[in-house]
């Protein structure tokens, strides 16, 4: 159904009003980030990227990406394979259980680590003698991203493949093709575009979660801080060119976000899950 | 549904607790749901119910009932709420106007409305920090009406509503697209006014979407920190957030305290979130009545 002028006396107004609300409440706020940034020229603006510690928590944030992302896709694939293919009992308490991290604070997310993984945790004592550093190292800021993005990809897999039903990969066994032949050749193909567009949201919350690795990061600068907590090590020394220019490469990931997650919608609309079509 | 359908056992009764099928992998692909599931959300999920009784059930009601604590409880869920609510109003409007009328550029600003989903928080905290400190200007143009706006829950409540308005708008608007439109032009053919038409056939239906927008938003920004903490100043009883609570907690090595925050703050959400459901329930019963 096309969108059609009504009420053609109230169209303007809804529409003036629309675009207040949204340029006041959210494209000032972007457009703020690059003002900021630039306030000084563009050499101020580069000066504070090609710093050291810039360039190592950019890095830190690109590693812990590359090490969340896959495992929560792998998971995402494995739950939805389990939950839209097959009838079991307790199916709905396995989903709340997914879902769970949406209804976590991200901080709480990264506080659970450090109840198990501590100087003071269950598990803390041991790693201490066996010279194992997780909390204030990688490892925490891996395990606080996963939690924190573990439902992204599973959530646009699970409705697109219950949707999807099992008809082709039903077909495709009996005409003898093997588990895994059926997986690479007719599930992965129907679901590659939903699986896309999973990573791409996990992957942007991976690369600016803020909270959950606050808690487990110490913030020691060049070692255990990733680019959103460089932009607060900076802005509390009041480096703020250097904040905003930090946070204006993270405001442009999220902006390629933004485009390749609309360019998904406008272009595979039909291949990602009904609540995805616009 | 359709696992079960291709069975042929389908039809009858069983006792296990999985319908057979002949589709294969499921030990692997439930074996590793499970056991990643475990290792990642279960096992951390324990740790946080369990912890905070190393108090005793008296240390874990002194904690909760610390007046800072108390305080930041009340903003965190007061401040998520007030936006929330506000949210309703705005996200409805933004909502009405991208699925009902077209104009050029709707799709691109129709983007821009998931920014707030995909801008990291901390940036989002910074930028709105100096939008709305006194020297920034929109804080300087509130300033000159008398109100303080960073650094207060004022500032804490427009963190939120940032953080909230795409739940809303992106809950109704499938909603509001399928809404059937000849409902609509009956109620006008039967000389409906716009108001009326808005409220007795638009309203009842978008209102469950609503109420799950509402909840949505309101759980997001309950836990919210990143895009709070600039904004909010931190003054103990005034303006510190729940979540900030439990970052201080653990740094003074307070494990069992933060543990009890946090489950508190879980808990009261779980609670919030009953309730929305039993809201809805009652309008899908009053609906069918």
């Given at each position: 159904?096309?969108?059609?002028v009504?009420?053609?006396?109230?169209?303007?107004?809804?529409?003036?009003?629309?675009l207040?609300?949204?340029?006041?409440?959210?494209?000032?706020?972007?457009?703020?980030?690059?003002?900021?940034?630039?306030?000084?020229g563009?050499?101020?603006?580069?000066?504070?990227l090609?710093?050291?510690?810039?360039?190592?928590?950019?890095?830190?944030?690109?590693?812990?990406?590359?090490?969340s992302?896959?495992?929560?896709?792998?998971?995402?694939?494995?739950?939805?394979?389990?939950?839209?293919?097959?009838?079991?009992?307790?199916?709905?308490?396995?989903?709340?259980?997914?879902?769970?991290?949406?209804?976590?604070?991200?901080?709480?997310?990264?506080?659970?680590?450090?109840?198990?993984?501590?100087?003071?945790?269950?598990?803390?004592?041991?790693?201490?003698?066996?010279?194992?550093?997780?909390?204030?190292?990688?490892?925490g800021?891996?395990?606080?991203?996963?939690?924190?993005?573990?439902?992204?990809?599973?959530?646009?897999?699970?409705?697109?493949?219950?949707?999807?039903?099992?008809?082709?990969?039903?077909?495709?066994?009996?005409?003898?093709?093997?588990?895994?032949?059926?997986?690479w050749?007719?599930?992965?193909?129907?679901?590659?575009?939903?699986?896309?567009?999973?990573?791409?949201?996990?992957?942007?919350?991976?690369?600016g979660?803020?909270?959950?690795?606050?808690?487990?990061?110490?913030?020691?600068?060049?070692?255990?801080?990733?680019?959103?907590?460089?932009?607060?090590?900076?802005?509390?020394?009041?480096?703020?060119?250097?904040?905003?220019?930090a946070?204006?490469?993270?405001?442009?990931?999220?902006?390629?976000?933004?485009?390749?997650?609309?360019?998904?919608?406008w272009?595979?609309?039909?291949?990602l899950?009904?609540?995805?079509?616009? | 549904?359709?696992?079960?359908?291709?069975?042929?056992?389908?039809?009858?009764?069983?006792?296990?607790?999985?319908?057979?099928?002949?589709?294969?992998?499921?030990?692997?692909?439930?074996?590793?749901?499970?056991?990643?599931?475990?290792?990642?959300?279960?096992?951390?999920?324990?740790?946080?119910?369990?912890?905070?009784?190393?108090?005793?059930?008296?240390?874990?009601?002194?904690?909760l009932?610390?007046?800072?604590?108390?305080?930041?409880?009340?903003?965190?869920?007061?401040?998520?709420?007030?936006?929330?609510?506000?949210?309703?109003?705005?996200?409805?409007?933004?909502?009405?106007?991208?699925?009902?009328?077209?104009?050029?550029?709707r799709?691109?600003?129709?983007?821009?409305?998931?920014?707030?989903?995909?801008?990291?928080?901390?940036v989002?905290?910074?930028?709105?920090?100096?939008?709305?400190?006194p020297?920034?200007?929109?804080?300087?143009?509130?300033?000159?009406?008398?109100i303080?706006?960073?650094?207060?829950?004022?500032?804490?409540?427009?963190?939120?509503?940032?953080?909230?308005?795409?739940?809303?708008?992106?809950?109704?608007?499938?909603?509001?697209?399928?809404?059937?439109?000849?409902?609509?032009?009956?109620?006008?053919?039967?000389?409906a006014?716009?108001?009326?038409?808005?409220?007795?056939?638009?309203?009842?239906?978008?209102?469950?979407?609503?109420?799950?927008?509402?909840s949505?938003?309101?759980?997001?920004?309950?836990?919210?920190?990143?895009?709070?903490?600039?904004?909010?100043?931190?003054?103990?009883?005034?303006?510190?957030?729940?979540?900030?609570?439990?970052?201080?907690?653990?740094?003074?090595?307070?494990?069992?305290?933060?543990?009890?925050?946090?489950?508190?703050?879980?808990?009261?959400?779980?609670?919030?979130?009953?309730?929305?459901?039993?809201?809805?329930?009652?309008?899908?019963?009053?609906g069918?009545?």
């Open positions: 159904m096309n969108p059609t009504r009420l053609p006396g109230l169209a303007p107004l809804f529409l003036a009003l629309t207040l609300v949204l340029g006041v409440l959210i494209v000032f706020p972007l457009g703020v980030v690059f003002q900021q940034a630039f306030a000084k563009f050499a101020a603006y580069l000066e504070p090609t710093q050291p510690d810039a360039l190592a928590a950019i890095r830190l944030t690109l590693t812990v990406a590359a090490i992302v896959p495992l929560n896709a792998v998971f995402g694939v494995a739950a939805a394979w389990s939950i839209a293919r097959f009838e079991f009992k307790g199916k709905s308490l396995l989903v709340t259980f997914i879902d769970l991290p949406f209804s976590m604070s991200p901080v709480v997310s990264g506080l659970v680590w450090v109840l198990l993984f501590g100087a003071q945790g269950w598990f803390g004592e041991w790693l201490l003698d066996h010279d194992i550093k997780i909390i204030f190292a990688t490892s800021l891996v395990l606080a991203t996963t939690l924190v993005t573990l439902p992204f990809v599973a959530r646009e897999l699970i409705p697109l493949m219950q949707d999807q039903g099992a008809d082709e990969e039903a077909a495709a066994l009996t005409l003898g093709a093997g588990g895994w032949t059926t997986f050749r007719v599930t992965l193909p129907n679901i590659k575009w939903a699986l896309l567009y999973g990573v791409l949201l996990c992957n942007a919350r991976a690369m979660e803020f909270g959950a690795v606050s808690v487990v990061s110490g913030s020691v600068r060049g070692l255990t801080t990733t680019l959103p907590l460089h932009v607060e090590v900076l802005y509390n020394d009041y480096e703020f060119v250097g904040a905003f220019a946070a204006s490469v993270l405001a442009g990931l999220g902006l390629v976000t933004l485009v390749l997650k609309t360019i998904l919608e272009r595979h609309s039909g291949e899950s009904a609540s995805r079509r616009h | 549904m359709t696992a079960a359908a291709l069975s042929p056992l389908a039809g009858k009764p069983r006792t296990r607790w999985k319908q057979p099928s002949i589709l294969p992998g499921f030990p692997l692909a439930m074996g590793w749901t499970l056991t990643y599931l475990g290792l990642v959300v279960v096992l951390p999920l324990i740790a946080l119910i369990l912890r905070p009784w190393e108090l005793g059930l008296s240390g874990v009601w002194a904690t009932t610390e007046p800072r604590v108390l305080a930041s409880l009340r903003l965190s869920f007061g401040a998520a709420f007030l936006a929330a609510l506000t949210n309703v109003p705005l996200g409805l409007l933004v909502g009405w106007t991208l699925t009902r009328y077209e104009f050029p550029g799709r691109i600003i129709d983007a821009f409305v998931d920014l707030p989903f995909a801008l990291p928080t901390a989002a905290g910074i930028a709105l920090t100096a939008i709305y400190a020297t920034g200007p929109l804080g300087a143009f509130f300033l000159k009406f008398g303080k706006t960073a650094y207060t829950p004022v500032g804490v409540y427009i963190a939120l509503l940032f953080i909230g308005l795409p739940f809303v708008v992106r809950t109704i608007q499938p909603v509001l697209q399928d809404l059937d439109r000849e409902v609509e032009e009956a109620a006008q053919t039967l000389g006014t716009n108001l009326q038409r808005f409220q007795l056939v638009v309203l009842p239906a978008v209102l469950p979407a609503l109420i799950s927008g509402f949505l938003a309101f759980a997001r920004a309950v836990g919210e920190y990143g895009s709070v903490i600039f904004i909010a100043g931190n003054m103990p009883l005034k303006s510190e957030i729940a979540p900030l609570l439990i970052v201080i907690k653990l740094e003074q090595y307070d494990y069992a305290g933060a543990a009890a925050v946090g489950l508190a703050m879980l808990a009261i959400s779980f609670g919030a979130l009953l309730a929305v459901n039993g809201v809805q329930l009652f309008l899908a019963r009053r069918r009545a």
